[in-house]
């Protein structure tokens, strides 16, 4: 039997990136990289540990544009087995 496992990945500005602006009392995400949200992370590298223990197969989802398939294609170089970008620009305009 295969067992299947999907998990969700997030990205999340860098905190070691973003500023403060103190004036405004806001974040200053301008320029500032995405990288995987580190508790995402850490249930990734958890969930590949059952996928070797259990020969399962480890899907992996994500929500947004080019900054979700960097953190995918890195979720497959620790060795997740596939991957899909959900987009949806569509609810944000009430359609």
């Given at each position: 039997?295969?067992?299947?496992?999907?998990?969700?990945?997030?990205?999340?500005?860098?905190p070691?990136?973003?500023?403060f602006?103190?004036?405004?009392?806001?974040?200053?995400?301008?320029?500032?990289?995405?990288?995987?949200?580190?508790?995402?992370?850490?249930?990734?590298?958890?969930?590949?540990?059952?996928?070797?223990?259990?020969?399962?197969?480890?899907?992996?989802?994500?929500?947004?544009?080019?900054?979700?398939?960097?953190?995918?294609?890195?979720?497959?170089?620790?060795?997740?087995?596939?991957?899909?970008?959900?987009?949806?620009?569509?609810?944000?305009k009430?359609?």
């Amino acid at each position: 039997m295969l067992i299947y496992i999907v998990g969700c990945l997030k990205q999340v500005p860098d905190p070691n990136e973003v500023k403060f602006n103190f004036k405004t009392e806001t974040l200053i995400r301008s320029r500032v990289p995405l990288i995987i949200n580190p508790t995402d992370k850490n249930v990734l590298e958890a969930v590949l540990v059952l996928k070797d223990k259990y020969s399962a197969y480890v899907i992996v989802i994500s929500m947004g544009t080019l900054q979700a398939e960097r953190s995918l294609r890195e979720a497959f170089s620790m060795g997740a087995d596939k991957s899909s970008t959900w987009n949806f620009r569509f609810v944000n305009k009430g359609i």
